[in-house]
């Protein structure tokens, strides 16, 4: 399992990009960590998440 913000995702894997687009996030707003390193976002269309990986998402929210 892929562990994505502390919920289990029943895939081996799964390309980032793809995950994103399918959960509706606004990837030009979002931070996405992989086993603890930053992925950059020139590389959301290669980065392949595998069975045992922690992924943390991080969306920013504007405001006052």
Do not use: C, W
Request: hydrophobic residues 40%; charged residues 25%; glycine residues 10%.
């Amino acid at each position: 399992m892929i562990l994505i913000n502390g919920n289990n995702l029943q895939e081996e894997q799964i390309i980032l990009m793809k995950f994103l687009k399918s959960n509706h996030y606004d990837f030009t707003k979002i931070a996405v960590e992989k086993n603890g390193v930053i992925v950059p976002r020139k590389e959301y269309d290669s980065e392949v998440f595998i069975d045992g990986d922690i992924i943390e998402i991080v969306q920013f929210v504007g405001g006052g």
